[in-house]
């Protein structure tokens, strides 16, 4: 049984960070029910349902919340759970009728987390935007590039991913151990923006000491020095270097055959460049296999870098069994992971409503009261064909 195990949490579907986090969550063992839409609609990039690796460990029902029956039958779900997830714009909930006050006036120990781009107040609140809109606003993207080229976005992972989904799912476990203590529940309130600010505290910091600037890659992590970087190889693949400290920086040097050599200091910065296209003509001398063999498992820093169909049969992560395959997806197993209560995936991805009435009476719903909300079209089932979103 995962560490969460025991906890219910209700999820409204969306795309992209809140599904993350309700994949954390259900992956740790809460049993999150997630609510669907009655009808077809457009969420994110379609795919077949088992290619949503972002949906998996959880049910789904399909309730028509346009509805006073189905805004109804939602609180009562909410009633028995102890967390809900929701990422829509600000004010579509309380327009729904589901906002925190109703909801915790009915659950008050209830933990309502948030997820925005922007927040819930300030002057961009109600404006559309993606991950590259919020981290722009932070100084990550304009820190990601080479000198003298644009900003390069990084995927959605910094926004969507880290700044959203795991920042929802601790601020909702935060909120979990203090409901415990207090009996009472709270809003998470998480926007992306937020989330990716607060993972450059780092950067910001050393700008602050005076050790980074904002020139975009002239700078030790940013592709400006020449020890930590990426070097193209003789076959056209890529090795990452990453030699900051001194012995690794040394080993570096040694496995490079520049040991011994009348060299700059490591951190003189007007010849970080002379010395990259130094480090780029020798990496070019050998294939990544070649340089796998020198270096790989050294006191270098180094690693391959591979794409996502050798990612999961390198030996190391093999022997982690950091990928898992489920249904025939290839796909990252549950992280963190935890010595007594391990972590796992409860289930692959659900079609939309697919689980809409043995969900429902395991929540409380009797079968008498399910059969006119069927009827009337208050709660339904998507058919097998239905394909459902895979992100954002």
Not at 91 to 107: S, Y
Not at 145 to 164: A, I, Q, S, T, W
Not at 267 to 272: G, I
Not at 334 to 343: D, E, G, I, Q, Y
């Amino acid at each position: 049984m995962g560490v969460l195990s025991g906890y219910r949490i209700v999820e409204f579907a969306g795309i992209g960070p809140a599904p993350m986090c309700a994949m954390l969550l259900a992956d740790m063992g809460a049993e999150v029910l997630r609510l669907d839409r009655t009808e077809d609609a457009s969420l994110g990039i379609q795919t077949e349902p088992k290619y949503n690796v972002l949906g998996r460990g959880r049910r789904s029902v399909a309730i028509d919340l346009k509805r006073r029956e189905g805004t109804e039958l939602a609180l009562r779900l909410i009633e028995r759970a102890d967390a809900l997830l929701e990422g829509f714009r600000p004010g579509v909930m309380e327009r729904l009728g589901l906002g925190p006050d109703v909801c915790q006036a009915r659950n008050p120990k209830l933990v309502y987390g948030r997820m925005t781009g922007w927040g819930q107040d300030g002057p961009l609140a109600l404006a559309a935007g993606h991950d590259i809109n919020y981290i722009a606003l932070t100084g990550a993207l304009h820190s990601i590039g080479r000198l003298g080229e644009p900003p390069v976005p990084p995927l959605n992972l910094v926004g969507d991913f880290g700044g959203g989904g795991v920042y929802l799912a601790l601020g909702v476990v935060a909120g979990l151990l203090d409901a415990q203590k207090s009996g009472k529940g709270q809003v998470i309130d998480v926007a992306m923006i937020d989330g990716a600010a607060s993972l450059m505290a780092a950067l910001y910091g050393l700008r602050g000491a005076g050790v980074w600037n904002d020139t975009r890659g002239a700078n030790i992590l940013d592709t400006g020095s020449h020890y930590y970087n990426v070097y193209e190889t003789k076959d056209g693949g890529y090795v990452a270097i990453g030699s900051i400290e001194a012995k690794f920086y040394a080993e570096l040097l040694r496995l490079t055959g520049l040991e011994g050599e009348k060299l700059p200091p490591q951190n003189d910065r007007a010849q970080w460049s002379a010395f990259q296209a130094r480090l780029k003509s020798i990496f070019k001398t050998k294939t990544r296999d070649e340089w796998c063999r020198i270096m790989e498992g050294g006191e270098v820093c180094f690693a391959p870098v591979l794409n996502m169909q050798e990612a999961p049969n390198h030996p190391h992560n093999r022997h982690r069994g950091t990928f898992v395959e489920v249904e025939g997806v290839v796909q990252p197993a549950p992280a963190p992971r935890f010595s007594r209560t391990p972590s796992k995936i409860q289930r692959p991805p659900a079609r939309p409503g697919e689980h809409t009435e043995e969900a429902l009476r395991e929540w409380g719903i009797s079968a008498s009261e399910l059969e006119p909300l069927r009827s009337s079209g208050v709660i339904g089932v998507r058919g097998a064909e239905s394909k459902t979103a895979a992100g954002s």
